[in-house]
């Protein structure tokens, strides 16, 4: 699978990890940054890996800042990205069976380095559902900057 993957100085070290391992897996893996323990910003990381995603360059997004919070919420903003804060095995399979989550972002600060592995590998392996998630779904993308 092609997957781009960003972090913050925060999330530096989770994401190197991932990516390696991704690698290893024989996953085509861009890493956009940061590639410094220099302090940064999360959003740009976020943008880069959101618009990459969104044009297609992969099918998956992988973001880890200290928490995860912020690079969902930065990503979130992008049209066509549904960024999913995980945390939690159960979770990262419902958000791509339920949400057709394409970007995962994760919390080095909260996850350590073996789960956020089982989360990563639940989130590429498990599909998307359809059904009856496909119309909540397009209804959310559908409401893209105005109102219920
Ligand atoms: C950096 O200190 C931290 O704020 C950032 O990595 C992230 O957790 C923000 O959501």
Known sequence: MRIVAGSDH???ALKDHLVARLRAQGHEVT????T???????????????HAVAE????????VCGTGQ????????IPGIRAAVVADTFSARSTRAHNDANVLCLGQRVV?????????????SVPFEGGRHA??????????GGKP
């Open 112 to 124: 350590g380095a073996g789960l956020a592995e089982d989360i990563v590998d639940a989130f590429l």
């Open 31 to 34: 890493d956009v940054g940061t």
């Open 10 to 12: 925060a999330g530096l």
């Open 56 to 63: 297609g360059q992969a099918e998956r997004g992988l973001l």
């Open 135 to 144: 119309g909540r779904v397009a209804k959310m993308m559908g409401n893209e």
């Open 70 to 77: 912020g690079m969902a919420m930065t990503a979130n903003r």
């Open 36 to 50: 410094t323990a220099a302090s940064c910003d999360y959003p740009d990381y976020a943008v880069a890996v959101g």
